[in-house]
């Protein structure tokens, strides 16, 4: 998008980019005001749209390593981090390296309330966590994918005969077989029903013999139980015969 038509509100974007805090911004924009004031004032210019997509047109590089720089100072001072729209790279960016969100909240430094009160508020915040997992997962599906069918990539060995006053590369083919336990291990999620592993418990036998299995430290009671209970029946046998 082409710059922003009010020269103070360019300046006021280009400074966000810069790293500045919104009062800081706003003043170095050539609004004059006392800086308790400055700060309610940048806060409500930054979430207009036009200067919203204007910084969102940084590059993203620029913008991760402006949040880093930003985050890492309010912890140092001591400050509470208060949330700006470059913070979404960087929640894409944790989000990416599977951090969880208390995870990605320390980084952050705030606390797991106030993550899920951004997410709430900033739809691009969520956005770009929520692309960040979903990114991650992909690639290592992918991975996992890969190592279960075997793949190939190319490769370079570098060599130093002697005598050479320079090392000399060789480029090859470099295979990899097919991995049983990725096969297996994605076979058992894409299609549990025909590959998960099931435990099979054998319920046969006789009621004793179950029950010494369930008390193996007992096993003369179950015996004595057993006898007992036939003695009784023959005698009832006896009894009325």
């Known amino acids: 998008m082409p710059p922003l038509p009010t020269d103070r509100h360019e300046l006021f974007a280009k ?8 009062a800081a911004a706003y003043r170095a924009a050539g609004y004059q005001c006392a ?4 700060r309610g004032h940048g806060h409500r210019l930054r979430t207009r749209e036009d200067i919203a997509a204007r910084i969102n047109e940084l590059p993203t590089k620029a913008r991760g390593r402006i949040a880093v720089e930003q985050v890492a100072e309010g912890i140092r001072r001591g400050a509470p981090t208060l949330y700006r729209p470059e913070l979404a790279e960087l929640g894409r960016r944790l989000a990416l390296l599977g951090a969880t969100d208390q995870e990605m909240a320390d980084a952050l430094g705030i606390d797991h309330v106030t993550l899920d009160r951004w997410k709430t508020r900033h739809k691009e915040f969520r956005s770009a966590i929520e692309h960040g997992k979903t990114q991650a997962d992909a690639e290592i599906a992918e991975s996992l994918f890969n190592r279960a069918r075997g793949y190939r990539h190319e490769a370079t060995k570098i060599f130093m005969p002697a005598g050479s006053e320079a090392p000399v590369y060789a480029p090859y083919v470099k295979h990899y077989p097919p991995d049983a336990n990725a096969a297996l291990a994605w076979l058992s999620r894409r299609q549990p029903d025909k590959w998960k592993d099931r435990k099979e418990v054998d319920v046969t036998g006789t009621v004793a013999h179950r029950l010494a299995q369930m008390t193996p430290n007992n096993g003369h009671v179950v015996d004595q139980w057993a006898a007992t209970a036939a003695s009784s029946g023959n005698q009832n046998h006896h009894g009325i015969v």
Request: proline share 0%; charged share 35%.
């Open 15 to 22: 400074a966000l980019a810069d790293g500045k805090s919104a």
């Open 35 to 38: 800086r308790h004031k400055a």
